[in-house]
């Protein structure tokens, strides 16, 4: 998918500019909730599946931003993580994961953030926010306006070639289920590149993705909040998003490959050519 592209084949009438300060105020409202509750959760609970955590925390910021973005745009529809969806006739919809990396913040581990992005027709990521707030950024980007970091023009890297890169990765919650986990690729690639790293929040995968602080990113099992807003950062910074190993990106599938563009290439080939590990590590 090119996003600017698809895009302006939509007649719609909207004020990015408005709606892009917004998805900023929203992502900053989660910022501080997780600021104040740092290392200080009062409950944590599982949702099912080994590691799938909810807090009082995501549960606070996501009560928040729901009530802030109704009050503010009721017309446009909310998917948000823990409770679920508030659906209407718009064309739009906001995607909320009040807290991108609930293991890590449930540890004390610095790497979260709140994540809020716009799609349009379900399909098209337009705009996206994302708070880191132990480093005290935000990022954000908007369709044909371009992607910041705290105010300022980021863009992706430029690595020669994939042996010259640091990746990104993670592992779906459903890693101990199945064996298409992504545990062989990350071995692979390891070997293939200068690193595989595995932050545990893939909404800030995608923005350091946009940053140049990594090289690229893959992952598959996600959900479309964890996508939508990441996804339209890294494409507005100059990089390329599609599903992986191969295809356009499709934010629906929870698949997504994120990078520069002299390592799409490489890195899809590279992708290719690995096979599931023939056995599960747990039977």
């Known amino acids: 998918m090119n996003i600017k592209n698809e895009f302006e084949k939509v007649n719609i009438d909207i004020d990015l500019d408005k709606l892009t300060n917004l998805a900023k105020e929203t992502a900053l409202i989660g910022a501080e909730i997780l600021d104040k509750n740092y290392q200080k959760i ?6 099912g599946r080994k590691g799938d955590l909810v807090t009082n925390v995501d549960i606070e910021i996501e009560s928040k931003i729901k009530d802030y973005l109704s009050n503010k745009t009721p ?5 948000a993580e823990e409770s679920g969806s508030l659906i209407n006739q718009s064309e739009l919809t906001w995607c909320i994961d009040p807290l991108d990396g609930t293991t890590n913040y449930s540890h004390g581990f610095p790497f979260f953030g709140t994540s809020i992005g716009l799609i349009l027709n379900k399909t098209i990521p337009i705009i996206g926010a994302i708070s880191v707030p132990y480093s ?12 910041y970091c705290n105010g300022t023009k980021i863009s992706v890297s430029s690595p020669r070639n994939l042996e010259e890169s640091l990746l990104v990765t993670g592992f779906a919650y459903d890693r101990f289920e199945v064996l298409d986990n992504n545990y062989s690729e990350f071995c692979w690639l390891t070997h293939k590149t200068r690193g595989v790293r595995r932050g545990g929040a893939a909404a800030i995968d995608l923005a350091f993705v946009a940053s140049g ?3 690229g990113f893959w992952e598959r099992g996600l959900e479309i909040w964890d996508i939508a807003a990441g996804a339209i950062i890294v494409s ?3 990089g390329l998003v599609s599903n992986y190993p191969n295809g356009c990106l499709d934010i629906n599938t929870g698949r997504i490959l994120a990078c520069s563009k002299n390592i ?10 690995v096979k599931p590990f023939k056995r599960s590590f747990y039977t």
Do not use: T
């Open 236 to 238: 507005e910074a100059g």
């Open 264 to 273: 799409e290439k490489e890195f899809k080939e590279e992708l290719s050519k």
């Open 42 to 47: 009062q409950k944590i609970s599982s949702k």
């Open 213 to 215: 602080k990594v090289d």
């Open 75 to 79: 017309n446009i529809s909310i998917i």
């Open 136 to 147: 005290d950024e935000l990022y954000w980007g908007c369709v044909n306006d371009g992607s």
